[in-house]
């Protein structure tokens, strides 16, 4: 805490030129040369120095805010009058503070802060950097870099020791801050902060608090975590400065203690001693400091491995005439299920309803004339990053960060949409509800035209962060799309965004003819559920996700059934898992997909595959990496030895 410098004023003791008269008891000629005043003056000097140094001694033993400090001189006995009021001018003429006249609660205030000072230091010595090892355990620790850090700061002189105490203070307070941020990333996106590329995500979340909770509450939350930010540095700083100057005033009992304490702390590492089930000897902030460095150095590595592997194409030469043969004359759609991972499937708590909702899609597909193959693709990300899984299916490459996402849009790669497109046979759109903004990637993707929330005709109300239902977003791509007459085929990319966190209110499906513009979602949404109240029991909020998923599954289907005709071909699948919340801490990063068609000649081209037959997949249905599709895809669909690539019919709208 900041200290209060008071500055003592020596006494006047300069003859005086006023008419001040003297003292009742002494005549103006008993002073003829001063020397009586004098000696007056000198004896009240003397009074007030006593009684300065009193108050010095009782001051200093409030704790260490007096170090340093020069100690006004109070008024004596003789000086002090009978009244409050005089005596308040009198404390204030004296330069009497608030401690000089409380000592008492001086001291109890000045040892309280200090120990909220330690707890503040030591705590965040100890703070894990992932929500799940928040435990009573992981505080009753001793931390190493404690240990170093006092011996340091008593064996360097005084102003050395005042800067190193500073930096440290603030290194401790960014250690701290890093900490939390990876604690939040570790619960959403199931992985640790970057420090290099993730700072750009922030927009992405104030975006996604702008649509949840509105401008003012993003613009709320924001300032509130900016004042903490500044809080915990400033805080901090003042912190270590406080416990910095409480060693130097005891350095002897400090000096025994950090011996003491690094005895015990070696003993501890090298028996392997543990308490709760967590080790004694703690190096908490070192081995994070260590991870942060080398998670730093594979980031700034990172550009060149992956422009090594972008450099890689096997299909960057081949000619359009060349390219997806066996799908000519088919529409085909590419749709990605916002969160749809494997727990939705697997979790013991949803499989018994996830089942029997895919069970009875494979059943009213096959009755509508299609067949469908389905297994698991690993994703590069988990509980958000949609756009890098995205990515990762259509261009071939692993885009696992921002850098990569943006290098590889940036770049001259066919993206498995664009090989579409540069076919020459097709004409491709894209339906992208959850973009809000321009998207220049739409260029990298190969789609001729993109409809994002802005032109899908929707005038219903906005559900969390979900612009569009998905049954309306399926239903204007057959408004504006796939109902129209064409003279190619038509290839397209959608995005269902209903299953998108956090899960409330969900929309519910409604007779395809009675949509509209979507005004008819206001009563649904008014029906749903509050967020706020599903996300505060973790078995809530699961049973949401699992009936958002159940949504956009029926969502896609239905559509399937209703305007899906022998030459559609659909392959669907998730982005990425969940947020650990629902899916707990080592779920994994797979994702279900799955190809539906009518023609059998299209799942003939991947009976070497061994997918499982029907929309779920079974637990020993093989499991790609997802940048592996890509090739994949164009291989079982290219031309086969012998076979001669046949020109392209045009299609009508129904």
């Not at 922030?202 to 975006?207: K, P, T």
């Not at 300032?223 to 060693?247: E, F, K, W, Y």
């Not at 849009?409 to 497109?421: E, G, I, N, Y």
């Not at 791509?477 to 796939?482: A, D, K, P, Q, V």
Request: with cysteine.
């Amino acid at each position: 805490m900041p200290h209060s410098t008071r500055l003592s004023q020596p006494p006047n003791t300069k003859k005086a030129t006023t008419t001040e008269a003297p003292p009742p008891d002494v005549s103006p000629e008993q002073t003829p040369d001063g020397t009586a005043a004098d000696k007056t003056a000198a004896d009240k000097t003397a009074a007030d120095k006593t009684a300065a140094d009193t108050t010095s001694a009782a001051s200093g033993s409030t704790g260490d805010d007096a170090v340093g400090e020069e100690v006004a001189p109070t008024a004596t006995a003789t000086d002090t009058a009978s009244t409050p009021d005089v005596v308040a001018d009198q404390d204030a003429a004296a330069g009497l503070g608030w401690r000089d006249r409380n000592p008492a609660v001086a001291r109890a205030v000045g040892r309280t802060v200090t120990a909220l000072a330690a707890v503040l230091v030591l705590s965040a010595l100890l703070l894990p950097n992932q929500l799940t090892r928040l435990t009573p355990g992981e505080f009753l620790r001793i931390p190493v870099e404690g240990i170093f850090g006092a011996a340091l700061l008593l064996l360097l002189p005084p102003k050395a020791r005042r800067v190193a105490a500073v930096v440290a203070g603030v290194g401790l307070g960014l250690r701290t801050l890093l900490n939390c941020l990876d604690m939040g990333f570790y619960s959403v996106l199931a992985r640790p902060f970057d420090p290099v590329l993730d700072w750009i995500l922030f927009d992405d979340a104030e975006s996604f608090l702008k649509d949840s909770i509105g401008q003012a509450g993003a613009l709320g939350a924001v300032l509130g975590v900016v004042l903490l930010v500044l809080a915990l540095l400033v805080l901090m700083t003042l912190a270590v400065v406080r416990l910095t100057r409480l060693l130097v005033r005891h350095s002897a009992v400090a000096t025994r203690t950090t011996l003491v304490l690094g005895t015990v702390w070696i003993t501890c590492a090298a028996l392997g001693v543990q308490l709760a089930g967590v080790p004694v000897a703690a190096a908490n902030t070192a081995d994070l400091v260590q991870d942060s460095a080398q998670r730093l150095r594979a980031s700034l590595a990172d550009q060149q491995v992956f422009a090594k592997e972008a450099g890689v194409d096997a299909f960057r030469d081949t000619p359009p005439d060349q390219l997806l043969t066996g799908l000519r004359g088919k529409d085909v759609i590419f749709t990605f299920i916002e969160s749809y991972g494997r727990s939705a499937i697997a979790d013991p708590a949803m499989a018994s309803q996830m089942d029997a909702v895919l069970k009875d899609g494979t059943k009213r597909l096959r009755k509508a004339g299609f067949a469908s193959r389905s297994a698991w693709l690993t994703s590069p990300t988990a509980g958000g990053g949609s756009w890098l899984a995205h990515s990762t299916f259509m261009s071939g490459l692993w885009i696992k960060n921002e850098q990569r996402y943006r290098t590889v849009t940036s770049s001259d790669r066919m993206p498995l949409t664009d090989a579409f497109k540069r076919s020459r046979a097709w004409r491709t759109a894209g339906i992208m509800p959850g973009v809000t903004r321009s998207w220049p990637e739409g260029k990298f993707y190969g789609l001729d035209h993109v409809y994002d929330t802005h032109h899908l005709g929707y005038k219903g109300p906005q559900f969390s962060w979900s612009r569009v239902p998905d049954q309306y977003s399926l239903s204007a791509f057959e408004r504006l799309e796939h109902g129209k007459r064409h003279d190619k085929p038509l290839m397209s990319e959608i995005i269902l965004v209903s299953s998108h966190n956090p899960w409330a209110p969900i929309p519910k499906m409604t007779g395809w003819d009675e949509l509209g513009d979507g005004s008819v979602y206001h009563s649904i949404k008014k029906a749903g559920k509050d967020p706020k109240e599903v996300w505060k029991d973790p078995a809530q909020v699961r049973n949401e996700y699992r009936r958002a998923i159940q949504y956009s599954l029926h969502s896609l289907i239905s559509y399937m059934e209703k305007y899906g005709n022998k030459n559609t071909v659909l392959v669907f699948l998730g982005d990425h898992q969940p947020v650990p919340t629902v899916t707990g801490e080592k779920a994994g990063r797979d994702v279900p997909v799955a190809l539906v068609a009518h023609d059998p000649a299209v799942l003939d081209r991947i009976s070497g595959w061994n997918w499982q037959n029907g929309l779920k997949p079974g637990p020993k249905t093989p499991v790609w990496r997802m940048d592996t599709f890509r090739d994949r895809f164009l291989t079982a669909y290219g031309p086969r030895p012998g076979e001669t690539p046949r020109e392209t019919p045009g299609r009508s709208g129904r």
